[in-house]
């Protein structure tokens, strides 16, 4: 079954300091994975798309990493903000993954505080 | 025009309304997409159209009712529905499976 895990499934941290959020998947085949950030009662914001020979890729200070072959992606946040607080959501495109294509993490929701 | 729009932003419904939700995108994607996400939960897939035609209906009740009057927009009409309703629905778009491109979604309260 495809599935996606993401952890840690909150995290708390101070204004300024760096996080990494982690996704792990069972999806197969495997055509991409996509970082989104979703403020509450917004809708999910696209930050980075990685295809199977992409192993690194920036959005300025938000860089994600895949490693095809353990199936694990990370998000780094640098010098987080405030406005940073949010729900980052990890999803796998797959042929078969689901009937939109699509397998969904259940996110990590994410608090800066000052 | 790269953003897919969706009105209301917010509604508030009573058990016995019809109202409709509005989603409307200039990209040229072909394929269109409602999803409905409760609190803390990943968006669960509603409904598909791809080329204006219902492609997949992942058994959605039928007092949600989608419509797709042409390329750019996507409706869904919502009558009788129950508290359990309640909850932000997403509209999404794509030039082919797996590439989507989401709406703000519209936050509905049902009464």
């Known amino acids: 079954k495809n599935q996606v895990e993401q952890s840690p499934q909150s995290l708390i941290i101070l204004e300024g300091k760096n996080c990494t959020l982690q996704?792990?998947?069972?999806?197969?085949?495997?055509?991409?994975l996509r970082w989104y950030k979703q403020d509450t009662g917004r809708g999910p914001v696209s930050l980075t798309i990685?295809?199977?020979?992409?192993n690194t890729k920036s959005n300025g200070r938000y860089t994600a990493t895949l490693d095809a072959d353990t199936k694990q992606s990370s998000l780094h946040i640098t010098a987080s903000q405030l406005s940073d607080s949010a729900s980052y959501i990890c999803?796998?495109?797959?042929?078969?993954?689901?009937?939109?294509?699509?397998?969904f993490g259940k996110g990590t929701h994410l608090i800066i505080q000052p | 025009d790269t953003e897919v729009t969706q009105t209301p932003k917010h509604l508030v419904m009573g058990m016995t309304n019809k109202k409709s939700l509005k989603c409307e995108q200039h990209?040229?994607?072909?394929?269109m997409y409602w999803y409905k996400q409760k609190a803390k939960k990943p968006p669960e897939l509603m409904f598909v159209?791809?080329?204006?035609?219902?492609?997949i209906n992942e058994s959605v009740p039928s007092r949600f009712s989608p419509e797709c009057p042409n390329s750019s927009l996507l409706n869904l009409h919502l009558h009788a529905l129950q508290p359990e309703d309640s909850a932000l629905y997403l509209c999404?778009?794509?030039?082919?499976?797996?590439?989507?491109?989401f709406g703000p979604g519209t936050r509905l309260t049902v009464l």
């Open positions: 999404a778009s794509s030039p082919q499976l797996g590439e989507q491109f």
């Open positions: 996704c792990n998947y069972t999806v197969s085949p495997f055509s991409n």
């Open positions: 990685m295809t199977f020979s992409e």
């Open positions: 999803v796998v495109s797959s042929p078969g993954g689901g009937a939109d294509g699509l397998t």
């Open positions: 990209m040229g994607h072909r394929a």
């Open positions: 159209y791809s080329y204006e035609k219902l492609s």
